[in-house]
């Protein structure tokens, strides 16, 4: 069984940057397509980010798109979420996922962390 366990939020000024890290205890997440969701205060859950088992095929959401990356390190089994530019809007908790496939639907991840809160002042 994977568990999900992400790291490196905070509170940053608007135009800085953080790291978030996703890493797993148990199964490796080498087999697993990964994604970084969100979800503000009084908002659904959205889509960010994923990438595929091998880090070769990546989608972002239009509102992050050339701010954000995401990426893999199979052998520490670690997903990374970097986002630079940063805006107050994009104040949430943030959540790594996993699934066998990547899936349009954010219901359809299968396996949450407990997710880290980022916030960014203006």
């Known amino acids: 069984q994977v568990q999900l366990v992400e790291s490196g939020g905070g509170l940053v000024q608007a135009g800085g940057s953080l790291r978030l890290s996703c890493t797993t205890s148990?199964?490796?997440?080498?087999?697993?397509?990964m994604a970084w969701l969100r979800q503000a205060p009084g908002k659904e859950r959205e889509f960010v980010a994923a990438?595929?088992?091998?880090?070769?095929?990546?989608y972002y959401a239009d509102s992050v798109k050339g701010r954000f990356t995401i990426s893999r390190d199979n052998d520490k089994n670690t997903a990374y979420l970097q986002m630079n530019s940063l805006k107050p809007e994009d104040t949430a908790v943030y959540y790594c996922?996993?699934?066998?496939?990547?899936?349009?639907?954010?219901?359809?991840?299968?396996?949450w962390g407990q997710g880290t809160q980022v916030t960014v002042s203006s």
């Open positions: 990438l595929n088992w091998r880090g070769d095929i990546t």
């Open positions: 996922a996993a699934d066998d496939y990547i899936r349009t639907d954010v219901r359809r991840w299968s396996r």
């Open positions: 148990g199964r490796s997440l080498g087999s697993y397509a």
